[in-house]
C-alpha cells in the first residue's frame, strides 16, 4: 500500500469499528471540559472520571472555583497525581477566566494557551471537543499509533500532530483522533499488545516493529 491508501484503510476501519464515538471525559460545558483535560496529564480518564465529580459539586464554574482555596482544591484532586501544580492551575485559570474572559472558556488558541497549565493538547482537546473547531490533539496512544502504522516518524508529538493534519483530511480530525484513542487502548496498546488483534498494525504496520513484536514473542 502506498501511504493514501494506508490513510484510508485507517479511516475505513476505525469507521466500522467506532461509528459512533464517544468522550472519554464526563463534562458538561466547555469549563468543565477544560478542568477535566487539565486533571488528565499524566493519570486515566477512569481516575478523573472519579474525582471531577467531587470537585464539581463543590465549584462547577470559574467563579464558584475562586471561592476554594488552592489548598481545597488540592485536596480533591489529589488522586489524580501533581495535585500542587494541578490545583494552582485550576485556581488561577478560573481567576483569569472571570477577570480576562467574563467566566468563559474563549474559543480560541491563542487565549487558552496563555492559561495556567494549559497547554497546546489541552487546548486543542477543548476547541475540538468543546467548540466543534477542527484540531488534532495527540496522546500517548495517538503517537504511538501513528508511528506503528509507519505515518509518523515518531520523534516527537509535534512532529506527529503535523503528520496527523497532512495526512488525514481536516473534517475528520475531530472523530478520528478520538478513534485512534480508543483504537489504541482495545486493541493496539503499549502492554499487553497482541498483533493479531490489531488489524490496522498488522496490515499497514512499520515492517521493524512487527519484526520486534514477533521476536520478543518467541519462546
Known amino acids: 500500500m502506498n501511504k493514501q491508501e494506508k490513510v484510508e484503510f485507517v479511516i475505513k476501519t476505525l469507521n466500522n469499528i467506532y461509528p459512533e464515538v464517544p468522550i472519554p471525559l464526563d463534562h458538561k460545558d466547555p469549563y468543565t471540559l477544560l478542568i477535566a483535560v487539565l486533571l488528565s496529564a499524566q493519570s486515566t480518564d477512569i481516575r478523573v472520571n ?9 465549584a462547577d464554574n470559574p467563579y464558584d472555583m475562586v471561592k476554594l482555596s488552592v489548598e481545597e482544591i488540592r485536596e480533591i484532586i489529589k488522586p489524580v497525581g501533581l495535585s500542587p501544580m494541578k ?18 472558556v474563549p474559543q480560541s488558541f491563542e487565549f487558552l494557551e496563555e492559561l495556567p497549565a494549559v497547554g497546546h493538547k489541552t487546548a486543542s482537546v477543548v476547541m475540538s471537543q468543546a467548540f466543534g473547531i477542527p484540531a488534532f490533539p495527540v496522546d ?11 505515518l509518523s516518524n515518531g520523534k516527537n508529538v ?7 493534519k497532512r ?6 480530525w475531530n472523530k478520528l483522533h478520538l478513534q485512534i484513542i480508543w483504537y489504541g487502548r482495545e486493541y ?7 498483533l493479531e488483534k490489531d488489524i490496522i498494525t498488522k496490515t499497514i504496520g512499520r515492517k521493524s516493529v512487527i519484526e520486534e513484536y514477533y521476536k ?3 519462546p
Open 140 to 150: 500517548t496512544h495517538i503517537h504511538r499509533l501513528m508511528y506503528r502504522w509507519n
Open 188 to 194: 493496539s496498546p503499549a502492554r499487553g499488545w497482541h
Open 167 to 172: 495526512l488525514f483530511p481536516k473534517n475528520l
Open 158 to 164: 509535534v512532529q506527529t500532530e503535523k503528520d496527523a
Open 87 to 104: 490545583s494552582k492551575g485550576i485556581y488561577g485559570l478560573s481567576k483569569i477566566l472571570i477577570d480576562k474572559h467574563h467566566g468563559k
Open 216 to 218: 520478543t514473542k518467541k
Open 50 to 58: 472519579q474525582i471531577t465529580p467531587l470537585l464539581f459539586e463543590k
